[in-house]
């Protein structure tokens, strides 16, 4: 018998649906993108959420267009097309300082956050634990417990987030598989040295443990820093995952294209996940992105000079504020001390940063995993007008929102 459309539930049925998860009870959704929804429900200029406000590079916007009437919108390889794998291998190839297969040992995902994924869920088991530096990129411990492995987290003390590097091992004694190292780092900005990451290396050789790169803002890193890929060191080509994406370098966040390079047995097991995560990335876009992954180093010397400026110019703008910050090392972004506003939350900050003073920040306690409540992360990747005016607007931040009876930490 058919149940008649206009059928209403009477009150006195009890109706319940089966149970959730419980490994996804505790999420939340992303901070990062709510404060994106803050920003625009205010007007705000949005500092918040990692995009920036110019436009891609004229060459691969020209060949999107022509790519619109080409060939290209059906499936692609499911690990990525052939010729944009033959491109990053000979562009990584260069950096990372070895011949990479472009059939054997690339993936490319729907960007790095799905790059990450398949990686953990191709390293590790339920039960399994896994090393995470904090501060972190928020997606890092979920994608843990996604995995159905324990968050182990090991603390970089602020203001040059270095490591103890018997707490790291503390990580790795009480069994952690896996590391995740994001460098340079979101949120901090820190840059590893080559010393560090021999440290890690050792850990990871002495523990048998695979390592987890995010290595998103390898371009961007500010004199005289410099990035090491962590692949590259000795002995660890047999033990890394890099995972890394184009959104950041060609300032495409929207077309979400990401990869993993890893041993071809690490390799092949992460296209049997992603596989069947999401099929395959976005076959156009693959297509319109080569161009991209073909320019030569000036391309890179001239987004690194681009984002140094920027540094320069918000950094500038902030001591002229006499506004606490950090001062990142790589990346774009950088992390305020509001002790001075005396607020319990750096939500509650933030949310009245961007209603009454008019931009959007992401509070600093979704990146730490210890009680950090006096940090909120800002990013510079706009044109400088934008900077400028975000500036302007905190040239009133303290007559806007007064201090809270004193300082806190």
């Known amino acids: 018998m058919k149940t008649p459309l206009n059928y209403q539930m009477s009150e006195k049925e009890d109706v319940t649906m089966p149970g959730l998860s419980r490994r996804t009870a505790d999420f939340t959704d992303s901070v990062i993108r709510r404060m994106t929804r803050v920003s625009n429900r205010y007007g705000a200029v949005n500092l918040s959420q990692g995009f920036p406000d110019f436009d891609p590079p004229r060459a691969i916007l020209d ?28 562009k ?30 191709s390293l590790v088991d339920p039960g399994d634990k896994v090393a995470v530096f904090s501060p972190f990129y928020e997606n890092y411990g979920a994608d843990a417990i996604l995995s159905g492995a324990e968050p182990v987290y090991v603390p970089l003390a602020p203001p040059d987030f270095g490591f103890d590097p018997e707490v790291l091992e503390d990580a790795f004694r009480q069994g952690a598989k896996a590391l995740i190292l994001c460098n340079p780092s979101n949120p901090c900005g820190k840059v590893f040295t080559r010393e560090e990451l021999s440290i ?27 990035h090491v890929y962590f692949a590259s060191l000795p002995g660890m080509w047999e033990r890394t995952v890099s995972c890394s994406s184009l959104s950041k370098t060609y300032s495409i966040t929207g077309w979400r294209l990401g990869y993993t390079i890893a041993p071809p047995e690490a390799t092949d097991r992460i296209k049997k996940v992603h596989d069947f995560l999401t099929v ?8 319109a992105a080569v161009t991209g992954l073909r320019f030569g180093p000036e391309y890179y010397a001239d987004l690194l000079a681009k984002y140094t400026a920027k540094r320069d110019l918000f950094l500038r703008g902030l001591d002229d504020l006499n506004i606490p910050h950090t001062v990142p090392q ?17 939500l509650a900050f933030c949310e009245a940063l961007a209603r009454d003073v ?44 007064p201090a809270r009876g004193g300082r806190r930490s």
């Open 63 to 90: 060949r999107l267009a022509e790519v619109a009437l080409e060939d290209f919108h059906q499936y692609s390889v499911t690990w990525g097309a052939q010729n944009f794998r033959e491109a990053l291998a000979e």
């Open 92 to 121: 990584q190839s260069k950096l990372m300082g070895r011949t990479i297969d472009p059939n054997g040992e690339i993936v490319v995902t729907c960007g790095s956050t799905e790059a990450m994924m398949a990686a953990m869920m």
């Open 200 to 226: 890690i290396a050792s850990l990871a050789e002495k523990y048998d443990a695979w390592v987890v790169t995010d290595e998103v803002y390898e371009h961007i890193v500010y004199a005289p820093w410099e």
């Open 280 to 287: 395959g990335a976005a076959a156009p876009l693959q297509e």
């Open 330 to 346: 790589g990346a774009y972004y950088v992390l305020l001390d509001i002790s001075e506003f005396g607020f319990d939350s750096d």
């Open 358 to 401: 008019g931009v959007g920040a992401v509070p600093g306690s979704s990146f730490f995993r210890e009680p950090v409540n006096h940090l909120i992360r800002l990013h510079f990747a706009k044109k400088d007008e934008t900077l400028c005016a975000a500036l302007d607007r905190l040239a009133d931040l303290r007559k806007k929102i």
